[in-house]
Protein backbone atom coordinates (compact mmCIF):
# COMPACT_ATOMS: atom_id res chain seq x y z
CA UNK A 1 0.00 0.00 0.00
CA UNK A 2 2.96 2.45 0.41
CA UNK A 3 3.90 3.92 -2.77
CA UNK A 4 7.07 3.80 -4.52
CA UNK A 5 10.27 5.66 -4.04
CA UNK A 6 11.30 7.46 -6.98
CA UNK A 7 14.26 6.49 -8.28
CA UNK A 8 17.55 8.50 -8.04
CA UNK A 9 18.42 11.43 -10.60
CA UNK A 10 21.67 10.45 -11.37
CA UNK A 11 19.79 7.35 -13.38
CA UNK A 12 17.16 9.14 -14.80
CA UNK A 13 17.51 8.26 -18.94
CA UNK A 14 16.22 11.51 -20.69
CA UNK A 15 14.00 10.04 -23.38
CA UNK A 16 15.58 11.54 -27.15
CA UNK A 17 15.44 9.82 -29.62
CA UNK A 18 18.46 8.40 -30.47
CA UNK A 19 21.73 7.51 -28.00
CA UNK A 20 24.58 5.70 -29.55
CA UNK A 21 27.24 3.74 -27.71
CA UNK A 22 30.47 5.83 -29.21
CA UNK A 23 31.19 9.20 -28.46
CA UNK A 24 30.23 11.86 -30.84
CA UNK A 25 30.38 15.24 -30.49
CA UNK A 26 26.54 16.52 -30.22
CA UNK A 27 24.69 19.17 -32.07
CA UNK A 28 24.71 22.73 -30.55
CA UNK A 29 21.26 23.35 -29.53
CA UNK A 30 19.90 20.11 -29.98
CA UNK A 31 20.26 17.05 -28.25
CA UNK A 32 21.05 14.87 -31.14
CA UNK A 33 24.14 13.33 -31.76
CA UNK A 34 23.98 12.60 -35.55
CA UNK A 35 25.26 9.44 -36.38
CA UNK A 36 24.75 9.38 -40.15
CA UNK A 37 27.82 10.54 -42.33
CA UNK A 38 28.90 9.30 -46.09
CA UNK A 39 32.38 7.45 -46.06
CA UNK A 40 34.61 8.29 -48.76
CA UNK A 41 36.21 5.45 -50.76
CA UNK A 42 40.18 4.64 -49.83
CA UNK A 43 41.21 4.76 -53.07
CA UNK A 44 42.37 8.24 -53.74
CA UNK A 45 42.39 8.20 -57.44
CA UNK A 46 39.80 8.83 -60.24
CA UNK A 47 37.94 5.69 -60.78
CA UNK A 48 39.10 4.09 -64.55
CA UNK A 49 36.20 4.28 -66.24
CA UNK A 50 35.54 8.02 -65.39
CA UNK A 51 37.09 9.85 -68.70
CA UNK A 52 37.53 13.56 -67.71
CA UNK A 53 40.52 15.74 -67.89
CA UNK A 54 41.20 18.26 -64.60
CA UNK A 55 41.05 20.99 -67.32
CA UNK A 56 37.63 19.67 -68.03
CA UNK A 57 36.46 19.61 -64.59
CA UNK A 58 37.28 22.90 -63.52
CA UNK A 59 35.97 24.88 -66.14
CA UNK A 60 32.59 22.99 -65.57
CA UNK A 61 33.41 23.90 -61.96
CA UNK A 62 33.88 27.99 -62.97
CA UNK A 63 31.17 27.47 -64.91
CA UNK A 64 28.59 26.95 -62.17
CA UNK A 65 29.64 29.32 -60.40
CA UNK A 66 29.38 32.11 -62.53
CA UNK A 67 25.93 30.51 -62.85
CA UNK A 68 25.28 31.47 -59.02
CA UNK A 69 25.71 28.21 -57.50
CA UNK A 70 27.66 27.40 -53.91
CA UNK A 71 30.63 25.07 -53.63
CA UNK A 72 28.30 22.69 -52.56
CA UNK A 73 25.77 23.00 -55.07
CA UNK A 74 28.35 22.46 -57.32
CA UNK A 75 29.41 19.15 -56.18
CA UNK A 76 26.22 17.64 -55.92
CA UNK A 77 25.78 18.80 -59.39
CA UNK A 78 28.44 17.56 -60.84
CA UNK A 79 28.14 14.19 -58.84
CA UNK A 80 24.26 13.52 -59.98
CA UNK A 81 24.80 14.72 -63.53
CA UNK A 82 28.59 14.23 -64.62
CA UNK A 83 29.63 11.54 -62.59
CA UNK A 84 32.03 13.15 -60.94
CA UNK A 85 32.20 11.64 -57.31
CA UNK A 86 35.14 13.73 -56.19
CA UNK A 87 36.51 16.80 -57.69
CA UNK A 88 39.71 16.40 -55.74
CA UNK A 89 40.49 12.81 -57.03
CA UNK A 90 40.34 14.37 -60.49
CA UNK A 91 41.62 17.74 -60.39
CA UNK A 92 43.69 17.26 -56.98
CA UNK A 93 42.00 20.74 -55.66
CA UNK A 94 39.11 20.86 -53.64
CA UNK A 95 35.85 22.54 -55.61
CA UNK A 96 36.34 25.87 -53.04
CA UNK A 97 40.33 25.88 -53.79
CA UNK A 98 39.51 26.05 -57.35
CA UNK A 99 37.25 29.06 -57.28
CA UNK A 100 39.32 31.23 -55.35
CA UNK A 101 42.43 30.32 -57.76
CA UNK A 102 39.87 31.89 -60.49
CA UNK A 103 38.67 34.55 -58.65
CA UNK A 104 35.17 33.05 -58.11
CA UNK A 105 35.15 32.38 -54.83
CA UNK A 106 31.86 33.49 -52.39
CA UNK A 107 32.72 36.36 -50.27
CA UNK A 108 31.01 34.99 -47.64
CA UNK A 109 31.73 31.28 -46.56
CA UNK A 110 29.05 29.11 -47.26
CA UNK A 111 28.05 27.81 -43.64
CA UNK A 112 27.55 31.43 -42.20
CA UNK A 113 25.42 32.50 -45.76
CA UNK A 114 23.24 29.83 -44.72
CA UNK A 115 23.00 30.65 -41.13
CA UNK A 116 22.21 34.24 -42.21
CA UNK A 117 19.80 33.41 -45.00
CA UNK A 118 18.08 31.46 -41.83
CA UNK A 119 17.81 34.05 -39.34
CA UNK A 120 16.67 36.74 -42.66
CA UNK A 121 13.91 34.55 -43.02
CA UNK A 122 12.63 33.95 -39.48
CA UNK A 123 12.96 37.45 -38.94
CA UNK A 124 10.74 38.41 -41.63
CA UNK A 125 8.48 35.24 -40.06
CA UNK A 126 8.40 37.61 -37.19
CA UNK A 127 7.20 40.33 -38.59
CA UNK A 128 4.09 38.78 -39.66
CA UNK A 129 3.69 36.91 -36.73
CA UNK A 130 4.64 38.97 -33.59
CA UNK A 131 3.64 37.09 -30.72
CA UNK A 132 5.46 33.86 -32.31
CA UNK A 133 7.52 32.96 -29.31
CA UNK A 134 9.26 30.09 -30.16
CA UNK A 135 10.76 31.38 -33.45
CA UNK A 136 11.98 34.71 -31.27
CA UNK A 137 13.69 31.96 -29.27
CA UNK A 138 14.84 30.38 -32.14
CA UNK A 139 16.44 33.52 -33.92
CA UNK A 140 18.25 34.35 -30.88
CA UNK A 141 20.06 30.09 -30.72
CA UNK A 142 20.65 30.88 -34.93
CA UNK A 143 21.93 33.98 -34.42
CA UNK A 144 24.44 33.27 -31.81
CA UNK A 145 25.24 30.79 -33.86
CA UNK A 146 26.06 33.21 -36.46
CA UNK A 147 28.42 34.67 -34.02
CA UNK A 148 30.11 31.87 -33.25
CA UNK A 149 31.22 31.17 -36.58
CA UNK A 150 31.97 34.57 -37.11
CA UNK A 151 34.46 34.14 -34.97
CA UNK A 152 35.64 31.52 -35.96
CA UNK A 153 36.11 32.89 -39.87
CA UNK A 154 37.85 36.24 -38.26
CA UNK A 155 40.45 34.27 -36.43
CA UNK A 156 40.73 32.23 -39.17
CA UNK A 157 41.40 35.54 -41.51
CA UNK A 158 38.36 34.01 -44.08
CA UNK A 159 36.84 37.69 -42.79
CA UNK A 160 38.16 40.95 -42.20
CA UNK A 161 38.55 41.87 -38.33
CA UNK A 162 36.37 44.63 -38.50
CA UNK A 163 33.28 42.52 -40.23
CA UNK A 164 29.86 42.01 -37.89
CA UNK A 165 26.62 40.36 -38.34
CA UNK A 166 24.10 43.10 -38.04
CA UNK A 167 20.43 42.11 -38.46
CA UNK A 168 19.07 45.77 -39.98
CA UNK A 169 21.96 44.73 -43.36
CA UNK A 170 21.77 40.96 -43.12
CA UNK A 171 19.28 40.84 -45.70
CA UNK A 172 21.47 42.43 -48.29
CA UNK A 173 24.03 40.10 -47.69
CA UNK A 174 21.90 37.25 -48.98
CA UNK A 175 19.77 39.12 -51.58
Not at 9 to 26: D, E
Not at 130 to 136: A, G, N, Y
Request: hydrophobic share 35%.
Amino acid sequence: NYPLPSPPSHLFVYPFKHTTPTVNMGRMHTPGKGIASSALPYKRTPPSWLNVTAKKVEEQVCKLAKKGLTPSQIGVTLRDSHGIAQVKSVTGNKILRLLKKNGLAPALPEDLYCLIKKAVAVRKHLEKNRKDKDSKFRLILIESRIHRLARYYKRARQLPGNWRYESSNASAWVA
